[in-house]
Protein backbone atom coordinates (compact mmCIF):
# COMPACT_ATOMS: atom_id res chain seq x y z
CA UNK A 1 0.00 0.00 0.00
CA UNK A 2 1.36 3.24 -0.78
CA UNK A 3 0.45 5.85 2.14
CA UNK A 4 0.74 8.95 0.17
CA UNK A 5 -1.86 7.68 -3.09
CA UNK A 6 -4.14 5.78 -0.49
CA UNK A 7 -4.44 9.96 0.76
CA UNK A 8 -4.34 11.23 -2.68
CA UNK A 9 -7.58 9.22 -3.45
CA UNK A 10 -9.17 10.37 -0.22
CA UNK A 11 -8.66 14.31 -0.66
CA UNK A 12 -10.19 13.61 -3.99
CA UNK A 13 -13.24 11.49 -3.28
CA UNK A 14 -13.99 12.97 0.26
CA UNK A 15 -16.56 15.25 -0.66
CA UNK A 16 -14.69 17.99 0.85
CA UNK A 17 -12.62 21.07 -0.41
CA UNK A 18 -9.09 21.08 0.22
CA UNK A 19 -9.99 24.81 2.20
CA UNK A 20 -12.52 22.26 4.23
CA UNK A 21 -9.97 19.49 5.28
CA UNK A 22 -6.95 22.52 6.02
CA UNK A 23 -9.43 23.83 8.46
CA UNK A 24 -10.43 20.67 9.79
CA UNK A 25 -7.03 19.25 10.18
CA UNK A 26 -4.40 22.11 9.96
CA UNK A 27 -2.68 21.01 7.07
CA UNK A 28 -1.87 24.04 5.10
CA UNK A 29 -3.55 23.79 1.87
CA UNK A 30 0.05 23.79 0.03
CA UNK A 31 0.86 20.53 1.23
CA UNK A 32 -2.48 19.03 0.49
CA UNK A 33 -1.53 20.37 -3.24
CA UNK A 34 2.24 19.21 -3.15
CA UNK A 35 0.42 15.76 -2.04
CA UNK A 36 -2.35 15.75 -4.68
CA UNK A 37 0.68 16.40 -7.48
CA UNK A 38 2.70 13.50 -6.54
CA UNK A 39 5.01 15.12 -3.89
CA UNK A 40 5.82 14.06 -0.59
CA UNK A 41 5.69 15.27 3.13
CA UNK A 42 5.90 14.96 6.58
CA UNK A 43 5.23 11.87 8.93
CA UNK A 44 3.27 13.89 11.21
CA UNK A 45 1.16 15.38 8.00
CA UNK A 46 0.66 11.83 7.08
CA UNK A 47 -0.81 10.93 10.63
CA UNK A 48 -2.80 14.08 10.71
CA UNK A 49 -4.85 12.79 7.36
CA UNK A 50 -5.02 8.99 8.72
CA UNK A 51 -6.52 10.14 11.72
CA UNK A 52 -8.86 12.74 9.91
CA UNK A 53 -9.76 10.04 7.02
CA UNK A 54 -10.60 7.23 9.68
CA UNK A 55 -7.44 5.03 9.01
CA UNK A 56 -4.87 2.68 10.83
CA UNK A 57 -1.81 1.20 10.23
CA UNK A 58 -0.67 -1.93 11.45
CA UNK A 59 2.07 -4.42 11.58
CA UNK A 60 1.21 -7.85 10.06
CA UNK A 61 1.99 -10.81 11.85
CA UNK A 62 4.51 -12.69 10.96
CA UNK A 63 3.95 -16.25 9.73
Do not use: H, N
Not at 13 to 38: E, F, P, S
Request: glycine share 6%.
Amino acid sequence: MDILKTLQKEIKTCGKTRYRIWKDTGVDQAVLCRIMQGGSCKAETVEKLLVYFDYVISKKKMR
